[in-house]
């Protein structure tokens, strides 16, 4: 059985990716801090696959028990890098916090991958390197644009450094470039749960459908869409942690074209936020309160992925559609809050 390290597993997206991990016969361990997680994900994750996955808690911002820890674990044969600070909101307010969090944790990681001959990293980047796309949907040949927050330029830069470390080592390195993520684990075991006010649209149309938020706020409607809100690639989680698995093999396997690949990971469908309002409503037969307010600052007017690379060349294609994305979120919202 092969060891995989998965930073940021008792997150949202590496929660479900360590399950796909040892469904598909994985050993996992994780490393995370805590610092936006709860170690009651283990218990979620174990109560799933039935297996309890090796767990250290570390701040990968420590060099020296990063070291530490890959003297313990001489056996890991891939590393999936989840951790990392993902509020663009915050990472305005707090620019140094970001770059120190996203990029020493990498950069800590991949001087580790080379003094013990660990080869095979999976990054997990974002659509949000491609900035506003010149023409939709976007493939992996659009370039990649200045970034609107520190939060996405840790993302590009990170990229850049991983591309910088395979040019002369034995790294092999595939980034996912994550469209929207969303739902929960059929189960309701593990799911999305953010800290205070969500930021992100899903987690605010789900709370605000449980009662915990007055109102949902829709950041315009006279953007140049067909109803005038923004559309996005939504897809289920589940789905995106499929693609880790696929993506790590492609590794293992040494199928890759080149030593540092990256691909889109989205459904190649854009919704409008008035359409997942409205799916939403169709499938959870939940009435949601909700206004149209002022765009937000910094939002992109419409981003979906083509996915034709992620299908051809990693055999992986999003299975899930939005209201089954939907239907899980509300799930695991009424799950947690015990409705
Ligand atoms: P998350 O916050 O739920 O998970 C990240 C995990 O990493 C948390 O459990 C946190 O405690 C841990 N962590 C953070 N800093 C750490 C450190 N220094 N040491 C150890 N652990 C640390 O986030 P997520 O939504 O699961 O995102 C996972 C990755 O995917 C991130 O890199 C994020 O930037 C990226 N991403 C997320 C989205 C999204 O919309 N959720 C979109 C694109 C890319
Ligand atoms: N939106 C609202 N009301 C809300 C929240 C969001 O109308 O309360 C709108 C936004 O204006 C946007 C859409 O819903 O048009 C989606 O917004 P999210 O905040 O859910 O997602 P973003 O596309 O802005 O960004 C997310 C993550 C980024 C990540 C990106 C791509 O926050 O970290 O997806 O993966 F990089």
């Known amino acids: 059985m092969s060891k995989i390290l998965v930073t940021g597993g008792l997150g949202y997206i590496g929660s479900h990716t360590v399950v796909e991990l040892q469904n598909a016969g994985f050993e996992v361990v994780i490393i995370d801090n805590l610092s936006n997680s709860s170690m009651e994900v283990i218990d979620g994750i174990t109560t799933i696959s039935k297996q309890k996955p090796l767990f250290e808690k570390l701040d990968l911002r420590n060099k020296i028990e990063v070291s530490t820890f890959f003297q313990k674990y001489q056996d890991i044969e891939g590393i999936i890098h989840f951790a990392a600070s993902k509020a663009v909101g915050e990472s305005v307010d ?186 939403f409503e169709k499938v959870t037969q939940q009435k949601l309160n909700y206004k149209i307010v002022d765009r937000r600052a910094g939002d992109v007017i419409s981003v979906y992925a083509d996915t034709k690379k992620a299908n051809e060349e990693l055999g992986w294609k999003s299975e899930k559609s939005i209201e089954e994305s939907l239907l899980s979120s509300w799930n695991w919202e009424k799950k947690v809050r015990g409705l």
């Open 94 to 279: 707090n620019p140094l916090l970001y770059y120190e969090n996203n990029l020493n944790t990498l950069i800590y990681l991949l001087q580790e991958c080379n003094k013990n001959e660990i080869n095979n990293f999976i990054f997990s980047s974002s659509c949000t390197v491609y900035g506003e796309p010149d023409s939709l949907p976007i493939n992996e040949t659009a370039p990649v644009k200045k970034a609107t927050s520190p939060y996405g330029n840790t993302k590009q830069i990170s990229e850049e450094i991983i591309f910088d470390t395979c040019s002369v080592s034995n790294l092999k390195s595939i980034a996912l470039r994550y469209f929207n993520p969303i739902g929960a684990h059929e189960s309701t075991e593990i799911g999305e749960l953010p800290l205070g006010v969500p930021q992100n649209l899903v987690p605010f149309i789900t709370q605000t459908a449980a009662g915990l938020r007055e109102q949902l706020s829709i950041f315009g409607n006279d953007y140049p869409t067909p109803d005038g809100s923004c559309v996005r690639d939504y897809i289920h989680v589940v789905d995106l942690a499929k693609a880790h698995v696929v993506a790590l093999q492609r590794l293992l396997g040494n199928k890759g074209v080149t030593n540092f690949e990256f691909f889109n990971i989205g459904t190649g469908t854009g919704s409008s936020v008035l359409e997942v309002v409205n799916s």
